[in-house]
Protein backbone atom coordinates (compact mmCIF):
# COMPACT_ATOMS: atom_id res chain seq x y z
CA UNK A 1 0.00 0.00 0.00
CA UNK A 2 1.68 3.21 -0.98
CA UNK A 3 -1.34 5.88 0.57
CA UNK A 4 0.08 7.15 4.07
CA UNK A 5 -1.85 6.19 7.54
CA UNK A 6 -1.35 10.00 9.39
CA UNK A 7 -1.84 8.01 12.42
CA UNK A 8 0.99 5.28 11.85
CA UNK A 9 3.47 8.63 11.95
CA UNK A 10 4.93 9.31 14.63
CA UNK A 11 3.75 12.22 16.56
CA UNK A 12 5.75 15.41 15.52
CA UNK A 13 7.46 14.02 12.88
CA UNK A 14 6.91 15.44 9.72
CA UNK A 15 6.86 13.71 6.23
CA UNK A 16 8.19 15.61 3.08
CA UNK A 17 7.93 15.12 -0.37
CA UNK A 18 10.87 14.11 -2.06
CA UNK A 19 11.22 15.87 -5.19
CA UNK A 20 9.48 19.11 -3.98
CA UNK A 21 9.47 19.06 0.08
CA UNK A 22 5.67 19.52 0.13
CA UNK A 23 3.93 17.39 3.08
CA UNK A 24 3.64 13.57 2.06
CA UNK A 25 0.98 11.58 1.27
CA UNK A 26 2.08 8.21 -0.12
CA UNK A 27 5.70 5.85 0.74
CA UNK A 28 7.55 4.25 -1.79
CA UNK A 29 6.36 0.39 -1.63
CA UNK A 30 9.67 -1.17 -1.89
CA UNK A 31 11.67 0.61 0.59
CA UNK A 32 9.20 2.06 2.70
CA UNK A 33 11.57 5.05 3.70
CA UNK A 34 10.96 7.27 0.89
CA UNK A 35 7.74 9.91 0.62
CA UNK A 36 5.88 12.06 -1.78
CA UNK A 37 3.33 14.47 -2.34
CA UNK A 38 1.67 12.43 -4.96
CA UNK A 39 1.75 10.12 -7.61
CA UNK A 40 3.41 12.49 -10.32
CA UNK A 41 6.33 13.27 -8.07
CA UNK A 42 6.52 10.07 -6.76
CA UNK A 43 6.95 8.40 -10.69
CA UNK A 44 9.10 11.00 -11.24
CA UNK A 45 11.56 10.21 -8.97
CA UNK A 46 10.93 6.31 -9.82
CA UNK A 47 11.90 6.83 -13.42
CA UNK A 48 14.79 9.23 -12.48
CA UNK A 49 17.07 7.84 -10.62
CA UNK A 50 14.38 5.94 -7.22
CA UNK A 51 14.38 2.79 -9.05
CA UNK A 52 18.18 2.47 -9.49
CA UNK A 53 18.37 3.37 -5.30
CA UNK A 54 15.52 1.90 -3.99
CA UNK A 55 16.83 -1.00 -1.94
CA UNK A 56 20.35 1.10 -1.32
CA UNK A 57 18.46 3.95 1.07
CA UNK A 58 16.38 1.57 3.58
CA UNK A 59 20.07 1.53 5.60
CA UNK A 60 20.94 5.54 5.13
CA UNK A 61 17.47 5.85 6.19
CA UNK A 62 16.62 3.98 9.33
CA UNK A 63 18.57 4.00 12.90
CA UNK A 64 21.52 2.36 13.69
CA UNK A 65 21.68 -0.90 15.06
CA UNK A 66 23.18 -1.36 18.51
CA UNK A 67 26.62 -2.01 18.64
CA UNK A 68 28.60 -4.06 21.25
CA UNK A 69 31.42 -2.00 20.71
CA UNK A 70 33.15 1.75 19.81
CA UNK A 71 35.14 0.05 17.45
CA UNK A 72 32.01 -1.83 15.79
CA UNK A 73 29.73 1.46 16.28
CA UNK A 74 32.73 3.62 14.19
CA UNK A 75 33.01 0.50 11.58
CA UNK A 76 29.46 1.00 11.23
CA UNK A 77 29.55 4.80 10.65
CA UNK A 78 32.50 4.32 8.25
CA UNK A 79 30.50 1.99 6.21
CA UNK A 80 27.32 4.54 6.53
CA UNK A 81 30.12 7.06 4.86
CA UNK A 82 30.46 4.93 1.98
CA UNK A 83 27.28 4.13 0.79
CA UNK A 84 26.08 8.38 1.16
CA UNK A 85 29.50 8.87 -0.81
CA UNK A 86 28.68 6.23 -3.31
CA UNK A 87 25.65 7.64 -3.94
CA UNK A 88 26.24 11.37 -4.25
CA UNK A 89 28.68 10.31 -7.32
CA UNK A 90 26.49 7.49 -8.77
CA UNK A 91 23.32 10.15 -8.60
CA UNK A 92 25.55 12.92 -9.96
CA UNK A 93 26.08 10.80 -13.26
CA UNK A 94 22.80 9.69 -13.77
CA UNK A 95 21.87 13.59 -13.43
CA UNK A 96 24.42 14.25 -15.77
CA UNK A 97 23.91 11.36 -18.06
CA UNK A 98 20.27 12.83 -18.33
CA UNK A 99 21.47 16.40 -19.32
CA UNK A 100 23.57 15.68 -21.90
CA UNK A 101 20.65 13.35 -23.29
CA UNK A 102 18.88 16.63 -23.44
CA UNK A 103 16.37 15.11 -20.61
CA UNK A 104 16.24 18.35 -18.07
CA UNK A 105 13.30 16.72 -16.39
CA UNK A 106 14.60 13.41 -15.89
CA UNK A 107 18.08 15.05 -14.15
CA UNK A 108 16.08 17.03 -11.06
CA UNK A 109 15.03 14.05 -8.99
CA UNK A 110 19.12 12.51 -9.24
CA UNK A 111 20.06 16.03 -9.03
CA UNK A 112 18.14 16.44 -5.78
CA UNK A 113 19.49 13.33 -4.18
CA UNK A 114 23.16 14.05 -4.89
CA UNK A 115 22.40 17.20 -3.14
CA UNK A 116 20.81 15.70 -0.14
CA UNK A 117 23.56 13.27 0.05
CA UNK A 118 26.10 15.90 0.28
CA UNK A 119 23.89 18.52 3.27
CA UNK A 120 23.87 15.05 5.14
CA UNK A 121 27.92 14.47 4.78
CA UNK A 122 29.34 17.43 4.67
CA UNK A 123 26.86 20.26 5.91
CA UNK A 124 24.94 23.39 4.37
CA UNK A 125 28.26 25.15 3.62
CA UNK A 126 30.83 22.83 2.72
CA UNK A 127 31.95 23.74 -1.37
CA UNK A 128 31.16 19.49 -1.98
CA UNK A 129 27.68 21.25 -2.57
CA UNK A 130 28.37 22.97 -5.34
CA UNK A 131 28.79 20.20 -8.02
CA UNK A 132 24.87 19.69 -7.68
CA UNK A 133 23.71 23.10 -7.19
CA UNK A 134 24.94 23.46 -10.81
CA UNK A 135 23.32 20.53 -12.02
CA UNK A 136 20.22 21.73 -10.46
CA UNK A 137 21.17 24.71 -12.03
CA UNK A 138 21.88 23.60 -15.42
CA UNK A 139 18.47 21.28 -15.72
CA UNK A 140 16.71 24.42 -14.64
CA UNK A 141 17.93 26.63 -17.61
CA UNK A 142 17.15 23.30 -20.06
CA UNK A 143 13.44 23.43 -18.43
CA UNK A 144 13.47 27.20 -19.52
CA UNK A 145 13.68 28.42 -15.96
CA UNK A 146 16.24 30.81 -15.84
CA UNK A 147 14.93 32.47 -12.42
CA UNK A 148 15.51 29.28 -10.42
CA UNK A 149 18.92 28.30 -12.38
CA UNK A 150 19.84 32.00 -11.34
CA UNK A 151 18.75 30.83 -7.79
CA UNK A 152 21.00 28.04 -7.85
CA UNK A 153 23.88 29.50 -9.12
CA UNK A 154 23.79 32.43 -6.55
CA UNK A 155 23.76 29.09 -3.72
CA UNK A 156 26.84 27.93 -5.60
CA UNK A 157 28.67 31.52 -6.18
CA UNK A 158 28.15 32.11 -2.53
CA UNK A 159 29.55 29.07 -0.99
CA UNK A 160 32.67 29.27 -3.34
CA UNK A 161 33.06 32.57 -1.91
CA UNK A 162 32.80 31.61 1.12
CA UNK A 163 35.27 28.67 0.78
CA UNK A 164 39.05 28.89 0.72
CA UNK A 165 39.97 25.49 -0.40
CA UNK A 166 37.79 25.75 -3.81
CA UNK A 167 39.38 23.40 -6.30
CA UNK A 168 39.98 24.88 -10.39
CA UNK A 169 37.92 21.86 -11.37
CA UNK A 170 35.02 23.34 -9.37
CA UNK A 171 35.77 26.99 -10.31
CA UNK A 172 35.41 25.70 -13.97
CA UNK A 173 32.39 23.77 -13.40
CA UNK A 174 31.00 27.14 -11.74
CA UNK A 175 31.86 29.49 -14.80
CA UNK A 176 30.67 27.19 -17.30
CA UNK A 177 27.48 27.31 -15.72
CA UNK A 178 27.29 31.29 -15.37
CA UNK A 179 28.58 30.96 -19.03
CA UNK A 180 25.48 28.92 -20.03
CA UNK A 181 22.89 30.95 -17.91
CA UNK A 182 24.29 34.33 -20.17
CA UNK A 183 24.18 32.06 -23.03
CA UNK A 184 20.06 31.64 -22.09
CA UNK A 185 19.61 35.23 -21.57
CA UNK A 186 21.27 36.08 -24.74
CA UNK A 187 24.38 37.89 -23.01
CA UNK A 188 27.12 36.80 -24.94
CA UNK A 189 29.66 39.02 -23.72
CA UNK A 190 29.15 37.80 -20.11
CA UNK A 191 28.65 34.69 -21.16
CA UNK A 192 32.28 34.50 -23.10
CA UNK A 193 33.74 36.22 -19.82
CA UNK A 194 32.75 33.09 -17.75
CA UNK A 195 33.69 30.50 -20.67
CA UNK A 196 36.74 31.97 -20.78
CA UNK A 197 37.46 31.27 -17.01
CA UNK A 198 35.90 28.34 -17.37
CA UNK A 199 38.69 27.21 -20.06
CA UNK A 200 41.47 28.89 -17.33
CA UNK A 201 40.34 27.22 -14.72
CA UNK A 202 39.87 23.48 -16.51
CA UNK A 203 43.57 24.00 -17.93
CA UNK A 204 44.56 24.79 -14.78
CA UNK A 205 43.00 21.18 -13.22
CA UNK A 206 43.14 19.02 -16.43
CA UNK A 207 45.13 20.43 -19.23
CA UNK A 208 44.64 22.79 -22.46
CA UNK A 209 44.29 19.60 -24.32
CA UNK A 210 41.90 17.29 -21.82
CA UNK A 211 38.62 16.58 -22.52
CA UNK A 212 37.28 18.22 -19.47
CA UNK A 213 38.43 21.15 -20.49
CA UNK A 214 36.89 20.66 -24.74
CA UNK A 215 33.47 21.14 -22.77
CA UNK A 216 34.45 25.41 -22.60
CA UNK A 217 35.71 25.71 -25.95
CA UNK A 218 33.36 23.88 -27.57
CA UNK A 219 30.21 26.35 -25.64
CA UNK A 220 32.35 29.29 -26.88
CA UNK A 221 32.50 28.26 -30.49
CA UNK A 222 28.44 27.71 -30.32
CA UNK A 223 28.55 31.53 -29.14
CA UNK A 224 30.36 32.94 -31.89
CA UNK A 225 28.77 30.70 -34.47
CA UNK A 226 25.55 32.09 -33.34
CA UNK A 227 26.70 35.67 -33.91
CA UNK A 228 27.97 34.21 -37.07
CA UNK A 229 31.87 35.01 -36.68
CA UNK A 230 32.55 31.54 -38.31
CA UNK A 231 35.97 31.08 -38.37
CA UNK A 232 36.33 31.98 -35.00
CA UNK A 233 33.52 29.43 -34.19
CA UNK A 234 35.70 26.83 -37.14
CA UNK A 235 39.02 27.22 -35.38
CA UNK A 236 37.94 26.21 -32.16
CA UNK A 237 35.06 23.00 -33.41
CA UNK A 238 38.39 22.05 -34.77
CA UNK A 239 40.29 22.11 -31.77
CA UNK A 240 37.11 20.38 -29.81
CA UNK A 241 36.92 17.20 -32.41
CA UNK A 242 40.94 17.07 -32.19
CA UNK A 243 41.19 16.97 -28.79
CA UNK A 244 38.39 14.08 -28.61
CA UNK A 245 39.60 12.61 -31.41
CA UNK A 246 43.42 12.54 -29.56
CA UNK A 247 41.29 10.71 -26.41
CA UNK A 248 39.34 7.87 -27.96
CA UNK A 249 42.27 7.31 -30.44
CA UNK A 250 44.98 6.38 -28.01
CA UNK A 251 41.70 3.57 -26.57
CA UNK A 252 41.29 2.72 -29.78
CA UNK A 253 44.88 1.89 -30.84
CA UNK A 254 45.57 0.25 -27.55
CA UNK A 255 42.75 -2.09 -27.78
CA UNK A 256 42.87 -2.56 -31.52
CA UNK A 257 46.54 -4.02 -30.72
CA UNK A 258 45.44 -5.92 -27.77
CA UNK A 259 42.45 -7.79 -29.62
CA UNK A 260 45.05 -8.48 -32.69
CA UNK A 261 47.98 -9.96 -30.36
CA UNK A 262 46.38 -11.92 -27.63
CA UNK A 263 43.23 -12.88 -25.54
CA UNK A 264 42.93 -13.34 -21.45
CA UNK A 265 43.50 -16.88 -20.18
CA UNK A 266 39.76 -18.12 -20.44
CA UNK A 267 40.14 -17.32 -23.60
CA UNK A 268 37.61 -14.25 -23.76
CA UNK A 269 37.73 -11.64 -25.77
CA UNK A 270 38.88 -7.95 -24.57
CA UNK A 271 36.20 -5.54 -23.58
CA UNK A 272 36.41 -2.16 -25.43
CA UNK A 273 36.01 0.46 -23.30
CA UNK A 274 36.35 3.96 -23.59
CA UNK A 275 37.69 4.77 -19.81
CA UNK A 276 34.23 7.55 -19.88
CA UNK A 277 31.46 6.99 -17.43
CA UNK A 278 28.11 7.36 -18.78
CA UNK A 279 28.05 11.08 -18.88
CA UNK A 280 30.95 11.38 -20.36
CA UNK A 281 29.89 9.50 -23.22
CA UNK A 282 26.35 11.31 -23.09
CA UNK A 283 28.61 14.65 -23.60
CA UNK A 284 30.48 13.09 -25.80
CA UNK A 285 27.90 11.94 -28.65
CA UNK A 286 26.32 15.34 -27.65
CA UNK A 287 29.00 17.20 -28.66
CA UNK A 288 30.39 15.19 -31.47
CA UNK A 289 27.09 15.02 -32.87
CA UNK A 290 26.20 18.82 -32.64
CA UNK A 291 29.93 19.57 -34.57
CA UNK A 292 29.23 17.18 -37.23
CA UNK A 293 25.19 18.97 -38.59
CA UNK A 294 27.31 22.12 -38.48
CA UNK A 295 29.99 20.31 -40.77
CA UNK A 296 27.48 18.58 -42.76
CA UNK A 297 25.72 21.94 -43.36
CA UNK A 298 29.28 22.99 -45.28
CA UNK A 299 30.20 19.96 -46.55
CA UNK A 300 30.55 20.77 -49.97
CA UNK A 301 33.38 23.41 -48.41
CA UNK A 302 35.32 21.20 -46.56
CA UNK A 303 34.33 17.83 -46.70
CA UNK A 304 37.57 16.65 -44.95
CA UNK A 305 36.43 18.75 -41.31
CA UNK A 306 33.31 16.51 -41.72
CA UNK A 307 34.98 12.72 -42.28
CA UNK A 308 37.30 13.84 -39.34
CA UNK A 309 34.16 14.16 -36.82
CA UNK A 310 32.14 10.96 -38.75
CA UNK A 311 35.56 9.18 -38.00
CA UNK A 312 35.74 10.12 -34.18
CA UNK A 313 32.18 9.15 -33.70
CA UNK A 314 32.87 6.02 -35.51
CA UNK A 315 35.69 5.48 -32.73
CA UNK A 316 33.83 6.30 -30.02
CA UNK A 317 30.25 3.79 -30.52
CA UNK A 318 33.00 1.11 -31.82
CA UNK A 319 34.55 1.73 -28.09
CA UNK A 320 30.76 1.69 -26.60
CA UNK A 321 30.61 -1.37 -28.20
CA UNK A 322 27.87 -0.18 -30.44
CA UNK A 323 28.80 -1.68 -33.58
CA UNK A 324 25.64 -0.65 -36.04
CA UNK A 325 26.18 3.02 -34.53
CA UNK A 326 30.58 2.88 -35.44
CA UNK A 327 29.14 0.94 -38.88
CA UNK A 328 26.79 3.76 -39.84
CA UNK A 329 28.98 6.39 -38.99
CA UNK A 330 31.36 4.65 -40.98
CA UNK A 331 29.47 4.00 -44.11
CA UNK A 332 28.25 7.95 -43.75
CA UNK A 333 32.44 9.10 -44.14
CA UNK A 334 33.04 6.31 -47.17
CA UNK A 335 30.49 7.56 -48.68
CA UNK A 336 31.30 11.21 -48.55
CA UNK A 337 35.32 10.23 -49.03
CA UNK A 338 34.23 8.94 -52.16
CA UNK A 339 31.53 11.50 -53.49
CA UNK A 340 33.89 14.29 -52.96
CA UNK A 341 36.93 11.90 -54.58
CA UNK A 342 39.19 12.16 -52.05
CA UNK A 343 42.86 10.82 -51.59
CA UNK A 344 42.27 6.50 -51.89
CA UNK A 345 44.71 6.25 -48.96
CA UNK A 346 41.44 8.04 -46.81
CA UNK A 347 39.04 5.75 -48.66
CA UNK A 348 41.05 2.97 -47.82
CA UNK A 349 41.92 4.40 -43.95
CA UNK A 350 38.07 4.04 -43.61
CA UNK A 351 37.04 0.92 -45.23
CA UNK A 352 40.01 -0.97 -43.05
CA UNK A 353 38.15 0.84 -40.20
CA UNK A 354 34.78 -0.71 -41.52
CA UNK A 355 36.51 -4.27 -41.83
CA UNK A 356 37.61 -4.78 -38.44
CA UNK A 357 34.43 -3.14 -36.92
CA UNK A 358 32.48 -6.04 -38.86
CA UNK A 359 35.53 -8.86 -37.70
CA UNK A 360 35.17 -7.73 -34.00
CA UNK A 361 30.92 -7.73 -34.72
CA UNK A 362 31.10 -11.39 -35.87
CA UNK A 363 33.55 -12.24 -33.09
CA UNK A 364 31.04 -11.28 -30.78
CA UNK A 365 28.02 -12.45 -31.61
Not at 58 to 79: A, C, D, K, V, W
Not at 184 to 189: D, M, Q
Request: with cysteine; glycine share 4%.
Amino acid sequence: MNVIYPLAVPKGRRLRCEVCEAPAERVCAACTVTYYCGVVHQKADWDSIHEKICQLLIPLRTSMPFYNSEEERQHGLQQLQQRQKYLIEFCYTVAQKYLFEGKPEDAVPAALHSLRFRVNLYGLSSVELVPAYLLLAEASLGLGRIVQAEEYLFQAQWTVLKSTDCSNATHSLLHRNLGLLYIAKKNYEEARYHLANDIYFASCAFGTEDIRTSGGYFHLANIFYDLKKLDLADTLYTKVSEIWHAYLNNHYQVLSQAHTQQVDLLGKLFENDTGLDEAQEAEAIRILTSILNIRESTSDKAPQKTIFVLKILVMLYYLMMNSSKAQEYGMRALSLAKEQQLDVHEQNAIQELLSLISTEDRRIT
